[in-house]
């Protein structure tokens, strides 16, 4: 019972775990209630359970297993976090449940596996269940099986995936257990429910007698399809159908849900693939080109056994198509034919689509080879040429096919058309569209007419399958000129044919049959999505835009007529019987009987009867075909009395309104309704009729039918009423989808009636159409009668200015997709316009256009000249309109726009104005040759001339829109020409067309050096019309990319161009948007209105054909109509970002399945292989841009990528393997404009990837870094430059020490200049990240780089000799152990180089780096350790504040160019050096007697600063102002963005004014990190700019930021990221090598390190705290990151650890927990400890550790933002270090002496530092690390002082310890002898004094240790001010100067927030610096390098120490 009662105690979740099972039994009972309890599925309480939940299953004790069993079920039915277990409790219940004898228990676990798979877990559960499948247990398998056969009976096999399960079902029936054979037989019958058939195939190998049985079983499976009887969570609303059906258990069920429940699973799928290219005989490529025919038999032989297997892995199978295509080509053997041809069936037949590639290659072979007339072969062919299509489409195929078509052999033709008809059949209406099936239909009626009689054969029965396929009325069109004889041949043929889908007929894309039971022949037409996105109106002809709700529109389009087709229902036409019987089954017996009564009031009856039943029938049971015809029954339309034929008419209307109505129900009633409109009684009722049709069948479809009968009948009336009918309805229903051409012929005829009634009707209907067509409709009439056309011009006029009225009726969709959203609507009608153009028919004039009247139009006499001019005038007009062939006579018009006589140039230029109108869009490819020749015109100095060539381009600009006229240098040609009459028309006609494009090509911005000439150009009109140009160029363009290019002019024209450009900046209009709705523009086109480059008539193509726009997902966007060029969308997205897409190609590439990119030159399988790669993600455009062969084309499409770069830059990235590897292919081009346009691209785009913290991949890199380094041999200095630029930012994303290795493969060149470069390269990576880069191993990198010291070329023995240099620099005296032997000449020169560089070091005080662009230091204390520079600490904040006056002459210099510079920021300037901005001044140092050493500080007064006379107009609008201002503090100009620092100064240095600055912190600070951002990543990079220009600029910012974080008010203000990305910003510039180059930059490094110290001060805590764990978080992530950065992120964590006491209250401790738990998400301590430094760890465990010492057990409260604290190990690290503090709270007794020893919190467990000491030791017994080894030891000794050595040492030599301990005193002599605080990285204590003096006691110190702690006293007063030291962050000092002092409020102190101490203190501090100073000056002298520590001590006499000590003593006591 004790026992007992112990455990009845603890909480439940350590019951389930207890090692009593009555326990556990009790904890399960209890968890199984808890379960049942928790209504939350997302409680926290979920989380404790979720490691146990496995032992639940797996408990031993079969009684507590049970129980676990049922709570397990109820966490995995309850719990939301349950998916996370699914794998190891699946597995759990498969090996520990499933042989368990009790069945109870097995119920369960089966259950389990099944609530799995209900939450969405299917795929692991299957795959355990797979695995238990080759379990040894027996008992185990059956159970498997048993459980994959209920989960697919009850889920189906959409959840279930069968391939994996058939695969392995084969295995179980050879199994020797009898129980496993049948429960395999019984789950392969519930596949074959599934699946039926295609389960045949694989199982044709199993036993025959199971077979046998099989088979028997499957024969009693039932017919109907399978249903899923149980669903998955996200599966609740087909859940709630199926209950609803269920429930509803006699009723019927939608079609459409039916076959979305039936998955048809291609036999093919479950097959595996065989990979026969490795199977292939070695020497097949050898033997089937032998001499000897059996030889090629053979290999044929064995490729068509293996060609045989019925699916095949796909691979690279060009080489076989190509080899197997030349023997069905060029082999004269018949036999070997017949062979081949089988072996390309079988590839086909085994690769499906992936043979689609092949297709194109083989099929015009195939076709030529049907000359052969030997049946075998023939049929050989056939099936061959059957097999390919069925991979590709007949589109792809159709100019292979059309080629034979002509040709001489009859048999060719025969089977070319034979083949037709095969590939017909496998079409539908979707994929055999009108423009696929005309020049078909055109080849085959010449064929028709042929003399041989199986050539017309063939030709019939192509046609009649077509025709069987698409329906007859779409291919009557084209058959138009056949006589009644032939076109019943192709009827007959029609009838003939069956097609593969049973009855599928011409209703392949429809949505629903029209019966009742849907045939299941049809399913496999349907898609298997969603039933609202048809594939017949996907892939059908554009439709109109889309909808709103993204569905196609329901009548849209050019071609809409096609896609509402495909939208209706379509139902054969019935027998009069069946028609009776269905009808029997829904109407009352006595209505049927009166229907033919001869008493009329028994027919009025029963109609009344009818009406009734109909309007009470249900839409889907209504059979709409039976009871028209039942109307129609005998006297049917001919009904006498009105009464009963009126509710005819009605129940009709009835009948369309409420049914599926097709229209072979329509066709029914059309000629009775046609008949009664023009009755007076009965028209109403048939009107309402034909609209009910309208709706059903689509008004287009209607309106044809009605007009065709109307005018077929010689009843004016029932025309003229017809015709307004119709007017009406168009109105109505809208214009989209009518055909206007067929249309317009029956008008014409209404037109020429002799019935006046029947003309007003007519006339009235154009009117209607007007307001759709505008005025081209005038077009179709001009050919009229004058009278007749004169009636026809009043209506339209009646119609001028009004727009079509808003659609209100629509074609009602069909099945459950009729919601009767009639929104969609409105926006159909805007398609009708765009077709008019395309419906003209055209002239082709190009054969009247002959040579005589060309040479007419260029004689010499001008009279002849005119002459042929008119001529061709007449012409022209004559035909109207034409196409867009003219022949010659394009140039020979070019001529005469430079005819000398103006007459001829006027006449030239209205008969290009004519042209442009009878061409229409067909004119875009005259635009180059004739368009710009117009522009030229321009520049003549008749005005009148001018304005017709002005009207000429607005004509033309109509039909082409203005795209075409900006792409190419034309326009900057133009502009180029010094003619002021052709700038300033030209400038003026852009600047009027370019506000309203939507978007310009990139080449508009080669335009803008010009239009900058033009703004300084001598004519004042130019110079006018350039300006107002400006802002329309800045439109498209952007401000900056015109800023850019305004750097590049002189300095006087730059300073005018940049004034102008700041002004138009101001005036820039918005760029149009896009039409919201394609109904917008339904009206009359605009004449004369040359809107925009998609204006007019682009615009309204774009308009059609949304439906395509809608698949390809930018419904925004419409693709371009038929007639124009692909260039219209040029303005969509450049690349298709396609998920793991790049991987699967690098996947693919692994596996060889594509050629790995290596080459030494370009292949075409290489460029083959990367076009087909593109094709699925780059735009079609820019892929015909890339691989053209004009290089300016490419140049052209790199400017595009530039451009598109930031918008798409995720798709970009997407595509970045395919980029990179056409950028390898452009390095082997000789021209070097494309190259440095190349190089450009390249500089931003790893700019822009660095930026977004990407990472090249393995694959990425090795396709293409390889490449580049072959360009550093390039003879140009220029690309040898920019390729080094890009290699130093691909390090940023590619890890350096994989680029070293590529690059020392580079050294192995020939090209000397090559392998100087890469020395160079290898050189700047050893100094930027030390020897590490070198792999394999440094040894042998470096024994390679040493052999080229002994070069023959100079320059690479310099490059060389450098490398080792740098080496040298690193690692000391250890590099000639590394480079190995060495000839004594080499071995001299080495040595002459190394000191030669030794007396350059002191020189170059701030240690130049040789690499200017790498931002990394030499090593990882470099930074730490730069030498304070000896200038004058104020210089840089003179140079500042002089650079704002110098910003603020410059403002007002060009004030006239600057107005927009607000007023408010305008101060005086004249008193700025008054600043009394403190009180108080600092005491003098004390001078020592060294002042040829040391500068002396120069103090400036301090002045009184003037309140500024403006601050009265201050807040008249500040926000705005101050908005503008920060906006350009982001500039890419360099001056402008110093201009708005300086003013943005001015107003923070004035803390009465600075307050307007609230608000705007985030702002300004994200401006700022921008520009520092702009600045080290383009300004640093551009040799062109001045570094002192960059200098001022950090400057500015950097007072700026001191300046803000001085006033803790706004700097608190600062959001959490945007601290993180300043901090990210500075540390960056801190790091960045480059900066030390820059005059003065040690002086600005320290500028940046006080700022940093400023902005930890002054920030909000937490937001800073926040920020600097998530920037650590970030840098650790980075693996291409300086681990330097990281160290100086550490180094701001630990100084805020050290203002924790102190800010503790004002922190938000759930947010910083929340963070840390988020870093520890991230980087589990394990995680951690793999890191290479293990600072990181012990950084935070210090950050936890001061939290919970200062906030106690209390701060386990603060984790209330975290969800799930179970995601990392926080709070058991809280509940560890708070338990811990407790338990010494009581054992500590003395605090009072700090220093004695390490403390006991932070003591380490016995196993870890055992870890880290073996680890240690291992270094020191290494070659290569022993250095470092030791220096980590002494650090560790350092803090752990009480740390036992003896165990390592025990089992050592008496030298190994010798060693070590000799290392040991030496590393600690050099420590002591240096002249500054040695920044290790070594965690600070936790003591409030400990720091680097805290592990020593009084006695030990030396000399040098009093001198560091006096510097740290004297940086506790602000007075350390020139040297770097605490200072800084983290050891990195900050300069703290006088002038600073003055201006701003004193840092109190750098490292703890003491009050100052009394003035002489300060004068003794003084004191003891300058003899420190001297000390270390002199140590200088001694010391060869600057950067090395002395060697000797500096001898000061112990009298002075003693004085120091006592010194010491009494200022610590003052401070106590």
């Known amino acids: 019972m004790g026992d007992d009662s112990e455990w009845m105690k603890l909480p439940v979740d350590q019951k389930c775990e207890h090692k009593v099972w009555k326990a556990r039994l009790s904890g399960y009972e209890e968890a199984l209630k808890l379960f049942q309890r928790i209504e939350d599925e997302k409680s926290p309480e979920w989380g404790k359970y979720l490691g146990l939940i496995k032992k639940f299953v797996t408990d031993s004790n079969v009684v507590a297993q049970l129980k676990g069993l049922e709570t397990a079920l109820a966490f995995v039915m309850n719990a939301h976090i349950a998916g996370k277990t699914t794998g190891e409790v699946t597995s759990g219940v498969i090996t520990k449940v499933f042989n368990q004898p009790k069945a109870r228990a097995k119920e369960l676990g089966l259950e389990i596996c099944l609530m799995y798979i209900e939450i969405e877990k299917a795929e692991v559960v299957q795959d355990e269940l797979l695995k238990g499948l080759e379990n040894k247990n027996p008992k185990v398998v059956v159970a498997c099986l048993e459980a994959l056969r209920k989960a697919l009976s009850e889920f189906g096999s959409k959840i279930v995936t069968l391939k994996p399960v058939v695969k392995v079902l084969p295995k179980q029936f050879e199994s020797r257990e009898k129980a496993v054979r049948d429960e395999a037989k019984l789950l392969a019958i519930e596949i074959f429910r599934w699946i039926r058939d295609a389960l045949r195939p694989p199982l044709q190998g199993i036993n025959s007698v199971q077979l046998k049985d099989l088979e028997e079983e499957w024969v009693k499976v039932p017919t109907a399809a399978p249903k899923q009887t149980r669903f998955l969570r996200s599966q609740q609303d087909l859940k709630a159908k199926f209950e609803q059906h269920q429930a509803n258990k006699g009723d019927e069920v939608d079609g459409e849900e039916e076959e979305d429940t039936v998955v048809v699973v291609d036999p093919y799928e479950l097959l595996e693939a065989v990979d026969i290219l490795a199977k292939l005989p070695k020497d097949f490529y050898e033997k089937i080109e032998a001499k000897k025919w059996q030889e090629r038999k053979e290999t044929l032989e064995a490729v068509e056994t293996l060609a045989k297997n019925p699916k095949l892995e796909a691979g690279d199978y060009g080489d076989l198509v190509r080899a197997l295509k030349k023997v069905v080509g060029k082999d004269a053997n018949v036999m070997l034919v017949t062979l081949a041809a089988k072996c390309l069936a079988g590839l086909a037949s085994g690769l499906r689509k992936k043979f689609g590639t092949h297709a194109t290659l083989v099929v015009s072979t195939i076709l030529e080879k049907f000359k052969e007339k030997k049946p075998q072969v023939v049929q050989a062919l056939q099936e061959a040429i059957d097999a390919i299509f069925l991979t590709t489409t007949l589109q792809n195929l159709s100019e292979d096919i059309l080629g034979v078509m002509d040709n001489k052999n009859p048999s060719i033709k025969q089977q070319a058309s034979l083949f037709l008809a095969r590939a017909f059949r496998h079409c539908t209406q979707a994929t055999l569209s009108k423009s696929v099936l005309k020049p078909f239909c ?58 593969p889908g049973a009855k599928r007929g011409a209703s392949g894309g429809d949505k629903k049959p029209a019966a009742k039971a849907p045939p299941p022949s049809e399913a496999p037409s349907k898609s298997s999505g969603p039933p609202k996105k048809t594939p017949a109106a996907a892939a059908s002809k554009p439709s109109a835009g889309p909808s709103k709700k993204g569905k196609p529109a329901a009548a849209s389009g050019a071609k809409a007529k096609k896609g509402v087709e495909a939208k209706e229902i379509i139902e054969t036409e019935l027998a009069i019987e069946v028609c009776e019987q269905r009808a029997a089954l829904v109407l009352p017996a006595s209505c049927l009987e009166h229907l033919d009564s001869a008493n009329w009031k028994e027919r009025l009856a029963s109609m009344e009867e009818f009406q009734k039943a109909v309007e009470t029938m249900d839409k889907i049971e209504m059979p709409c075909q039976a009871l028209v015809r039942m109307l129609a029954k005998k006297p049917g339309w001919k009904e006498t009395n009105f009464q009963v034929m009126q509710m005819k008419l009605r129940v009709v209307a009835i009948i369309a309104q409420r049914g599926q109505f097709s229209k072979t129900s329509a066709s029914v009633v059309l000629e009775c309704l046609v008949d009664k409109v023009g009755d007076v009684k009965c028209g109403g009722n048939a009107k309402e009729g034909l609209t009910a049709i309208g709706e059903s069948c689509s008004l287009p479809w209607t ?42 012929n029956n008008v014409k005829i209404a037109l020429g009636a002799t019935n006046p009634a029947v003309r007003i009707s007519a006339i009235a209907l154009l009117g209607v159409m007007y307001l759709y067509m505008g ?241 300084e150009d001598r004519n004042g009109d130019v110079r006018k019309k350039a300006q107002d140009a400006l802002p329309m160029f800045m439109m498209h363009l952007g401000f900056d990319k015109m800023t850019k290019a305004a750097g590049k002019l002189k300095p006087a024209s730059k300073d005018q161009v940049s004034g102008m450009l700041e002004k138009a900046r101001a005036v820039m209009p918005a760029k149009p948007a896009a039409p919201s709705k394609a109904g917008d523009g339904a009206g009359p086109r605009p004449q004369a209105s040359g809107d925009d480059a998609t204006d007019s008539k682009p615009e309204g193509k774009k308009i059609r054909g949304g439906g395509a726009a809608a698949k390809r997902g930018t419904p925004g966007k419409k693709p371009a109509a038929k007639g124009m060029k692909e260039e219209e969308d040029r303005s969509g997205p450049i690349f298709t970002l396609i998920p793991n897409a790049k991987e699967q190609r690098s996947k693919e590439e692994k596996q060889l399945k594509i050629l790995k990119w290596n080459f030494t030159t370009p292949r075409d399988e290489y460029l083959d292989q990367l076009k087909a790669q593109m094709s699925t993600c780059f735009a079609k455009w820019l892929q015909d841009e890339i691989f053209h062969f004009d290089f300016q084309r ?284 403190r009180v108080g001044d600092l005491p003098d140092l004390v001078q020592h007697k060294l002042e040829e050493l040391l500068e002396p500080i120069v103090m400036p007064e301090p002045k009184m600063r003037s309140v500024s006379p403006h601050y009265d107009e201050l807040h008249n609008s500040t926000a705005s102002t101050i908005n503008f201002v920060i906006s350009q503090v982001a500039s890419g100009d360099i001056n402008t963005s110093i201009q708005a620092l300086a003013q943005i100064d001015e107003v923070l240095r004035q803390e009465d004014k600075a307050e307007v600055m609230s608000g705007h912190i985030d702002q300004f600070l994200i401006a700022t990190f921008m520009q520092l951002r702009l600045t080290y990543n383009t300004h640093m990079a551009d040799e062109r700019l001045d570094k002192k220009d960059i200098f001022k600029l950090y400057s500015c910012i950097i007072g700026n930021m001191l300046s803000l974080f001085f006033m803790e008010s706004l700097a608190r203000e600062a959001s959490m990221g945007v601290l993180k990305d300043l901090m990210h910003g500075l540390i960056t510039l801190m790091l960045d090598g480059r900066v030390e180059d820059i005059e003065d930059g040690q002086q600005l490094i320290r500028s940046v390190n006080l700022l940093m110290v400023r902005v930890l001060e002054r920030s909000d805590q937490t937001n800073i705290l926040s920020a600097l764990l998530v920037l650590l978080q970030d840098s650790l992530i ?63 465990k210090t950050l936890l550790h001061t939290l919970c010492k200062l906030t106690g057990a209390k701060i386990l409260d603060h984790l209330s933002m975290i969800e799930n604290r179970n995601e990392s190990e926080l709070e058991a690290h809280l509940r560890r270090v708070v338990k811990h503090s407790g338990n010494l709270s009581g054992i500590k007794s003395d605090r009072g002496n700090e220093k004695s020893g390490p403390r006991t919190e932070d003591r380490m467990s016995k196993a870890k530092v055992s870890d880290i000491l073996s680890e240690i030791f291992k270094k020191i017994g290494s070659k290569e690390n022993t250095k470092e080894g030791l220096t980590e030891l002494y650090e560790y000794k350092q803090q752990y002082s009480d740390a036992d050595l003896e165990p390592f040492l025990r089992n050592t030599s008496q030298f190994f310890q010798s060693y070590v301990e000799r290392g040991l005193r030496m590393i600690e002599s050099e420590r002591e002898g240096k002249g500054r605080i040695q920044t290790t990285a070594v965690i600070p204590q936790h003591g409030v004094d400990s720091g680097p003096l805290g592990g020593n006691n009084g006695e030990d110190l030396k000399p040098a240790m009093y001198y560091e702690r006096l510097k740290i006293l004297r940086q506790r007063k602000g007075l350390e001010n020139h040297t770097k030291g605490l200072g800084g962050v983290g050891g990195v000092g900050g300069p703290e100067d006088e002038q600073q002092q003055q201006q701003r409020l004193p840092i109190s102190s750098l490292l703890s927030p003491k009050p100052p101490v009394a003035s002489s203190t300060d004068m003794l501090q003084s004191k003891l610096s300058q003899l420190k100073e001297s000390r270390e000056l002199y140590q200088q002298e001694l010391s060869p390098h600057g950067h090395s520590p002395p060697r000797g001590r500096s001898a000061s006499p112990s009298a002075n120490l003693d004085d120091l000590k006592k010194r010491l003593e009494r200022i610590k006591s003052n401070r106590q």
């Open 703 to 744: 309106a044809e039918q009605l007009v065709s009968l109307a005018f077929a009948q010689k009843n004016p009336k029932n025309q003229s009423e017809s015709l307004n009918w119709l007017a009406n309805a168009m109105k109505e229903f809208g214009f989209a989808g009518i055909n206007v051409k067929a249309f317009i």
């Open 442 to 499: 055109a080849a085959l009626l010449k064929q028709v007419n042929d003399s041989a009689l199986e050539v017309r054969d063939a030709a019939f029965e192509a046609l009649g399958t077509a025709m069987k396929v698409i329906g007859e009325k779409a291919v009557n069109p084209f058959l138009a000129d056949l006589d009644k004889l032939k076109l019943d041949k192709i009827k007959e043929c029609a009838d003939k044919v069956e097609l």
């Open 775 to 1015: 005025a081209p409709l005038r077009m179709f009439f001009e050919d009229e009668k004058p009278a007749l056309l004169s009636q026809i011009d009043a209506e339209f006029e009646k119609m001028q200015g009004q727009s079509p009225p808003a659609a209100t009726r629509g074609t009602r969709k069909s099945g459950p997709e009729a919601d009767g959203d009639d929104g969609d609507e409105p926006e159909e009608d805007a398609a009708g316009p765009p077709d008019i153009m395309d419906l003209l028919p055209r002239t082709d004039i190009s054969d009247k256009i002959n040579c005589d009247l060309v040479s007419k139009i260029g004689d010499k006499n001008w009279k002849i000249r005119k002459e042929g001019l008119d001529e061709a005038a007449a012409i022209i007009s004559e035909a109207k309109f034409i196409t867009a062939n003219i022949g010659d006579l394009s140039l020979a018009l070019k001529g005469r726009l430079n005819d000398s006589n103006k007459i001829l140039v006027l006449q030239t230029l209205t008969m290009l104005q004519q042209l442009a109108t009878a061409m229409g869009p067909g004119l875009k490819q005259h635009i180059k040759p004739l368009g710009i020749p117009i522009i030229t015109v321009l520049g003549d100095s008749k005005a009148n001339v001018r304005a017709a060539a002005l009207a000429t381009l607005q004509a033309w600009v109509e039909q082409t829109g203005m795209k075409d006229w900006l792409e190419g240098d034309d326009m900057s040609e133009e502009l180029k020409r010094e003619n002021p009459f052709l700038r300033q028309e030209l400038l003026g006609w852009l600047a009027e067309k370019l506000p309203n494009m939507r978007t310009v090509p990139g080449d508009l911005m080669q335009c803008v050096p010009q239009l900058f000439a033009c703004l």
């Open 1678 to 1740: 980075t693996t291409g990151g300086s681990p330097m950065f990281s160290e100086l992120v550490m180094k701001c964590l630990w100084r805020m650890i050290r203002y924790l006491p102190e800010s503790i209250n004002s922190i938000n401790l759930d947010r910083i927990l929340l963070d840390v738990h988020n870093f520890m998400k991230v980087f589990p301590k394990d995680k951690l400890k793999q890191l290479k430094s293990d600072v990181p760890h012990r950084t935070l």
């Open 1194 to 1477: 490419h140049v052209k499409a790199i400017g595009v990528m530039m451009e598109r770069l930031e918008s798409e830059s995720e798709a970009t990235i997407g595509c970045l393997d395919l980029i990179l590897k056409w950028f390898t292919l452009r390095f082997f081009d000789t021209n070097t404009t494309v190259l440095m346009k190349v190089l450009e691209y390249l500089k931003l785009l790893f700019a822009m990837l660095s930026a977004q913290g990407f990472h090249l991949s393995e694959y990425e890199a090795s396709s293409f870094v390889p490449y580049l380094i072959l360009k550093m041999g390039e003879s140009k200095d220029g690309v040898r430059k920019d390729v080094r630029t890009i290699l130093t930012l691909l390090c940023k994303v590619y890890p350096a020490a994989k680029v070293f290795p590529l690059l020392m493969d580079g050294t192995k060149s020939k090209n000397s200049k090559q392998r100087s470069e890469c020395l160079e390269e290898l050189g700047l990576l050893i100094e930027g990240n030390g020897l590490t880069v070198c792999q394999p191993t440094p040894a042998k990198c470096l024994k390679e780089i040493a052999v080229h010291i002994g070069d023959r070329d100079t320059s690479v023995r310099n490059a060389a000799l450098n490398t080792v240099v740098a080496v040298y620099n690193v690692c000391g005296e250890q590099v000639y152990k590394l480079i190995g032997n060495l000839s004594e000449k080499e071995m001299s020169m080495l040595e002459e180089r190394i000191k030669r560089s030794a007396k350059k070091t002191p020189a170059a005080a701030p240690a130049k780096q040789s690499a200017p662009e790498r931002t990394q230091p030499p090593n990882s204390t470099a930074t730490f350790l730069r030498k304070p520079a000896q200038e004058d600490p104020n210089k840089l904040k003179i140079m500042y504040r002089t650079y704002r006056i110098q910003a603020r002459q410059n403002a007002q210099h060009n004030e006239p160019s600057h107005p927009s510079i607000p007023r408010e920021f305008q101060l005086d300037l004249d008193m700025i050096e008054t600043d009394q901005g």
